[in-house]
Nanobody, 128 residues
Framework: QVQLVETGGGLVQAGGSLWLSCTAS????????MGWFRQAPGKEREFVAA????????YYLDSVKGRFTISRDNAKNTVYLQIMSLQPEDTAVYYC?????????????????????WGQGTQVTVSS
């Protein structure tokens, strides 16, 4: 089992920035590809970004490229999501997730069903 705990959400004005963190426990963190998803009210959960085991490769939803940065620190068992130039449409619950299904950053990391473990989520609210 892997336990994931997200922190860093909050209420931010449009144009601001946030760092989200997700700390893992229970298994070897570097054995997992990590992803971030978000879910806005009334919408389906949406892939945002993923990062490979070492952090050398990343994959983003096209619409967030340039504003979102995913990174990880395997020594701290933590994956991060930096969000810049926040917009009201970024308002959502943000979830981190872990998967050991793939040996590389497969395109299927965009799919929620590819992940084995999920955190409880952290709310990000952007005011206009």
């Amino acid at each position: 089992q892997v336990q994931l705990v997200e922190t860093g959400g909050g209420l931010v004005q449009a144009g601001g920035s946030l760092w989200l963190s997700c700390t893992a426990s229970g298994r070897t963190f570097s054995d997992y590809i990590m992803g971030w998803f978000r879910q806005a009210p009334g919408k389906e959960r949406e892939f945002v970004a993923a990062i490979s085991f070492s952090g050398s490769s990343t994959y983003y939803l096209d619409s967030v490229k340039g504003r979102f940065t995913i990174s990880r620190d395997n020594a701290k068992n933590t994956v991060y999501l930096q969000i810049m130039s926040l917009q009201p449409e970024d308002t959502a619950v943000y979830y981190c997730a872990a998967t050991a299904k793939y040996a590389w950053l497969h395109t299927r990391v965009r799919v929620a069903d590819s992940y084995d473990y999920w955190g409880q989520g952290t709310q990000v609210t952007v005011s206009s």
